[in-house]
């Protein structure tokens, strides 16, 4: 039973390119969380989804920052012309449905903008 | 709205003592769940232990368990006979049970360094 699948690992993008960042849940997992880190800081709840909804994404910037859930296939953090300061580690996140489960985490995306 | 205090910064530690890490904890939901985190230093989210805030006992993983004081709103975990690998950073994190309040909050972390 493979874990959180996060990818790619590393990706480095120029300033106003786009980033593209996946995750495929836990087999059996329908939630899918989204968070960033920054460097010596601690996680930040960005969004957070079921399959073709976006229940909470009230971490996420209000502009640039998409992400989606799509009935087939994994969930995809979007970020539009990026700049600096969005390097960060993005980490993904899965559950099953029902409260009283844990969250595994993925490996997380490492995003460099130069 | 949740919120996570953890209050040390970072801590050094003797190899085979046990060590705490305290979490404080404060949210509105009736129902609610408390989790540990590690992060070594290759940057990967390793979960540790879960505690629900209706469980009767405290949550214990190997040597990990988790001092949950209700009333207190604290959740902290205690390692027993650290070992040179659990030099880390830990968060704890808590999820409201809610419909619409499930995501994680996390704390600042804690930087445990194991001394040798």
């Known amino acids: 039973n493979a874990g959180v699948m996060q990818n790619p690992r590393h990706l480095v993008r120029r300033r106003g390119q786009e980033a593209r960042l996946r995750c495929s849940p836990m087999k059996g997992h329908s939630h899918v969380y989204w968070y960033r880190q920054l460097p010596e800081e601690g996680l930040k709840f960005m969004v957070y989804l079921q399959k073709e909804n976006i229940i909470d994404e009230s971490g996420m910037p209000k502009e640039r920052f998409s992400a989606e859930f799509p009935k087939e296939g994994p969930s995809i953090l979007r970020i539009q012309q990026v700049v600096r300061g969005d390097s960060a580690a993005y980490f993904c996140?899965?559950?099953?449905?029902?409260?009283?489960?844990?969250?595994?985490f993925g490996q997380g995306t490492r995003l460099t903008v130069v | 709205a949740q919120k996570i205090t953890q209050t040390q910064p970072g801590m050094f530690v003797q190899e085979k003592e046990a060590v705490t890490l305290d979490c404080t904890y404060d949210t509105s939901d009736p129902s609610y769940g408390l989790f540990w985190y590690k992060q070594p230093s290759s940057g990967e989210m390793i979960f540790l232990i879960y505690?629900?805030?209706?469980?009767?006992q405290n949550a214990t993983e190997g040597r990990y368990s988790l001092n949950f004081q209700k009333a207190r709103k604290s959740a902290n975990l205690v390692i027993s006979a650290s070992q040179l690998g659990d030099s880390a950073m830990y968060f704890c994190a808590m999820r409201g049970h809610n419909f619409g309040n499930e995501k994680l909050t996390f704390g600042t972390g804690t930087r445990l360094t194991i001394i040798p």
């Open positions: 996140a899965s559950s099953q449905q029902g409260m009283n489960t844990e969250a595994f």
């Open positions: 505690q629900g805030s209706y469980d009767q």
